[in-house]
């Protein structure tokens, strides 16, 4: 079984900064691609961030040049760095991560549980 661990939410003031962390728990084999989605109460679930097995990255519009999105994959985990925070920026984001486990040849699609990042005017 895969388990994603969120860490690193909070309250923050507009302009400030908060680095998310997600690392991967389980026996895993190779880990392709890694993304962060934010959702706010009554609204879908929006792609902020991701990012390839080769580094290749992608960004929402509205997080361009704020936000940067990394991976180490010795520790099977990945990042967000936000900069600049905005009251718009408030929500729960999510750690989406896919891959292969070493015990299955099917991909893999996990989520983690979740952290709140509320930034303040």
């Known amino acids: 079984q895969v388990q994603l661990v969120e860490s690193g939410g909070g309250l923050v003031q507009a302009g400030g900064s908060l680095r998310l962390s997600c690392e991967v728990f389980g026996r895993i084999r190779s880990i392709n691609n890694m993304a962060w989605y934010r959702q706010t109460p009554g609204k879908q679930r929006e792609l902020v961030a991701s990012i390839t097995s080769g580094g290749s990255s992608n960004y929402a519009d509205s997080v361009t040049g704020r936000f940067t999105i990394s991976r180490d994959d010795a520790k099977n985990a990945g990042y967000l760095q936000m900069n600049s925070l905005k009251p718009e920026d408030t929500a729960v984001y999510y750690c989406?991560?896919?891959?292969?486990?070493?015990?299955?040849?099917?991909?893999?699609?996990?989520w983690g549980q979740g952290a709140q990042v509320t930034v303040s005017s």
């Open positions: 989406n991560v896919q891959g292969f486990p070493t015990y299955d040849l099917q991909q893999f699609d996990a």
